[in-house]
């Protein structure tokens, strides 16, 4: 069992930008991820990482502006996100997997979930 809770989400202006903390507690190694569901879309895959921090996936939608770290001491990954947009406006959702490395992120094959952290992002 994995328990993740986020937090760090908020209102921020276009153009600005915003941290995410997603605090981890349970078995171990595991990887990462975050993913993020808009008002009326599906849920969607972000960025994750793997459990030394060795190896980072991006989707496309962010790459360049979103970044992942984590700190297995603190038990924490971090989601570093510049260069908000509308579009980035979602509830983001930690998700892990009991892995060292994981490749394919995807919501259906995600074994422990947060409750998530609404990001709103104005124009």
């Known amino acids: 069992q994995v328990t993740l809770v986020e937090s760090g989400g908020g209102l921020v202006q276009a153009g600005g930008s915003l941290r995410l903390s997603c605090i981890y507690s349970?078995?171990?190694?595991?990887?990462i991820g975050w993913f993020r569901q808009a008002p009326g879309k599906d849920r969607e895959f972000v960025i994750a990482?793997?459990?030394?921090?060795?190896?980072?996936y991006f989707a496309d939608s962010i790459k360049g502006r979103f970044t992942i770290s984590r700190d297995n001491v603190k038990n924490t990954v971090y989601l570093q996100m510049n260069s908000l947009s509308p579009e980035d406006t979602a509830v983001y959702y930690c998700?892990?997997?009991?892995?060292?490395?994981?490749?394919?992120?995807?919501?259906?094959?995600?074994?422990?979930w947060g409750k998530g952290t609404l990001v709103t992002v104005s124009s």
């Open positions: 998700a892990a997997v009991s892995r060292d490395d994981y490749i394919a992120w995807r919501v259906g094959a995600m074994e422990f």
């Open positions: 349970g078995r171990t190694p595991h990887s």
């Open positions: 990482i793997s459990w030394n921090g060795g190896s980072k």
